[in-house]
């Protein structure tokens, strides 16, 4: 009895400092610690859109000289605490923005989607206040998630996509619009560019790269 008793102890308290790092700010931090702040001109911040992309398609990072941060699941508030020192510190000219779906979605808790675009603004505004430009990428299209029905992302990602672009158009950021290349007739990801109905394939990637960097192109060239 007692050791089972130390055994749970152990267990919960392992559970509980890993569950301290809600940001999962060690995620990238020896990775960072070995660049040299300003190498890297680009950097994308996100969720598992961005991750994934890494993986998929690591040569459109290095060839380029951008940097992805992005981290599967994560919603803008965790991004938020995170901002400083995975994009912030590293001293990019651009930072790209893709966050939003795991919001809605209801990862850490529910959110509005007013409380979406507070947390992107709060990036944009200090990736502004660092001398960072900002571009802030549509919300990928998904018609529902697997790991949480009935969310209505449908509905609710262009909605959100559309304050995205609002915003920029009020501001001196720059909207990237991945949802009218990649979206479906059921305001879904078309099938041939996803393997689960939320994460591009690397077809799907092969779309979003030429928007990305036009884009980038255009910011770096002002």
């Known amino acids: 009895m007692k050791n089972t008793l130390i055994a749970l102890f152990l267990l919960f308290t392992h559970t509980t400092m890993l569950s301290q790092d809600w940001a999962n700010l060690t995620q990238y931090q020896a990775a ?8 890297h001109p680009v950097i994308f911040m996100g969720n598992s859109i961005t ?6 398609m690591p040569e459109f ?7 992805g941060r992005g981290i599967s699941g994560q919603t803008t ?3 938020l605490l995170r901002f400083r020192q995975d994009v912030i510190a590293l001293k990019p ?3 790209v923005i893709l966050a939003g779906t795991n919001d809605i979605a209801g990862n850490t808790g529910p959110m509005t989607l007013a409380q979406v675009m507070d947390n992107v603004k709060s990036k944009a505004d200090l990736a502004s206040a660092n001398g960072i430009k900002v571009i802030i990428a549509s919300v990928l299209q998904s018609f529902d998630y ?3 029905p009935e969310k209505q992302p449908n509905l609710k990602i262009p909605e959100l996509n559309k304050m995205i672009k609002t915003y920029c158009a009020g501001s001196m950021h720059h909207y990237l619009d991945y949802f009218s290349a990649m979206v479906g007739d059921k305001n879904d990801l078309r099938a041939e560019i ?9 077809i799907g990637y092969e779309i979003m790269a030429p928007l990305a960097s036009m884009t980038i192109g255009k910011v770096l060239g002002q």
């Open 61 to 67: 990072f290095t060839n380029n000289g951008y940097l």
């Open 146 to 148: 697997s790991w949480a």
């Open 77 to 79: 508030p965790q991004m």
């Open 93 to 95: 000219k651009v930072v």
């Open 51 to 56: 991750e994934g992309w890494v993986n998929a």
């Open 32 to 39: 960072n610690a070995e660049l040299i702040p300003g190498e």
């Open 194 to 202: 996803t393997y689960d109905g939320v994460h591009p394939n690397k």
